[in-house]
């Protein structure tokens, strides 16, 4: 084996959202980028750590010297404590506000890692054996990175979630000034040629916008259930900002990310802001992450939305990075057509495209 080579293996998160866990060899660098939980109706489940030890490429888990976490979204970052079980002197990297929002949802399984985690910030260079590391801000959430890695002359940039479009929390993703030769692209759209956003906001977050408007109108209270606790404080946000005469109560599992937040001078909260500990009364918004109550005569409101690029801004991403080899993970097939277009198919007939397509399977080990 040449210390040339540079393999990579998908635990987890491959052509599915879930277990995001991507292992990197470089030479004789072992990486993981990422390391989230899964779910499959209610059961969590963690990347398939032991895939590694079927290949050539691994022997031990402690020859994974360092594992980046892109974003404090579970589905990377759950499963580090699961990983770090396996191999306690791994190191880990995460920007600051990563490491607050995840500490705010996994407290109890985090605070012993606490030594393994080294924060990093935009920019920062990381100089490894052979390796530079470097991270870029990616959208999608506050806290979120993009990973560059130059190997031996190569650039491989990691996107992890990402967005293109500014968030009402986070400003768009910052690309390298480089030329890419490895993209592994966290595109959840790169195969939904019908999922479209519309203009600058996702048409799923005015629309909800626009059900609270009308049923405080109405002066029925409103009860929104998300299904991330981040995404509570952008639509704690985005209520402030469109609605501003809405009272908002706020459950305490948001509020533990909201106080997160506060303490590193993001401010969130407003005075028409509540955290849920009383009964409110109408008219009113309650944002909570768990089921809404039955029977309750209140207004139910899905709060899910969307902070990833589209089919087509995925498409633009790939075109202007214009990489050798684009490595497609976090990538679920369409659910509602099957059309079967993808990211792949339309760059193939772009004449100034250079970029080869990998749709990897979990544990399918492939040499870049
Ligand atoms: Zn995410
Ligand atoms: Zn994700």
Redesign the pocket.
């Known amino acids: 084996m040449t210390s040339r080579q540079i393999i990579f293996v998908a635990l987890g998160g491959a052509q599915a ?1 879930g277990a ?1 866990c991507y292992f990197l060899k470089l030479g004789d660098n072992n990486l993981l980028l990422d390391c989230g939980y899964g779910s499959t109706r209610g059961i969590r489940f963690a990347p398939k750590f032991s895939a590694l030890l079927a290949t050539p490429y691994l022997q031990d888990f402690h020859q994974v010297s360092h594992v980046v976490i892109s974003h404090a ?1 579970l ?2 970052a759950a499963a580090l404590p699961d990983f770090l079980e396996l191999n306690e002197r791994a190191a880990v990297y995460m920007t600051d506000l990563t490491r607050e929002i995840l500490f705010a949802q996994l407290e109890e399984r985090f605070t012993r890692l606490e030594e393994n985690i080294s924060s990093v910030a935009f920019l920062q260079k990381i100089p490894l054996p052979r390796l530079k590391i470097s991270f870029h801000q990616a959208g999608h959430i506050p806290g979120a990175m993009m990973t560059l890695i130059n190997f031996r002359g190569k650039n491989i940039l990691y996107t992890g ?1 990402y967005s293109t479009f500014s968030t009402q929390l986070v400003g768009a993703a910052l690309l390298p000034d480089v030329p890419i030769d490895i993209l592994i692209l ?1 595109g959840l759209h790169a195969r939904h040629p019908n999922y479209h956003r519309y203009g600058d906001s996702d048409a799923a977050l005015k629309k909800i916008l626009h059900k609270i408007y009308y049923a405080l109108r109405h002066r029925k209270s409103v009860y929104c259930q998300v299904t991330q606790i981040s995404k509570g404080v952008e639509l704690i946000t985005l209520i402030n900002k469109f609605l501003p005469q809405a009272e908002l109560f706020i459950d305490e599992r948001v509020m533990g990310i909201v106080r997160r937040f506060e303490n590193l001078h993001i401010p969130i909260m407003r005075e028409q802001n509540h955290p849920l500990n009383v009964l409110p009364r109408a008219p009113c918004v309650i944002l909570s992450t768990m089921p809404p109550p039955v029977h309750s005569g209140l207004e139910i409101i899905n709060g899910d939305f969307s902070l990833h690029d589209d089919f087509a801004a995925t498409v633009e991403f790939v075109r202007r990075i214009n990489p050798k080899t684009c490595v497609v993970v ?1 990538s679920p097939p369409d659910k509602f057509f099957h059309t079967g277009t993808t990211l792949e198919q339309v760059l193939i007939n772009d004449p100034d495209s250079r970029t080869s397509f990998i749709f990897p399977e979990t544990g399918e080990p492939f040499e870049l």
């Open positions: 959202v995001s979204h589905d990377h979630d966290c976090h």
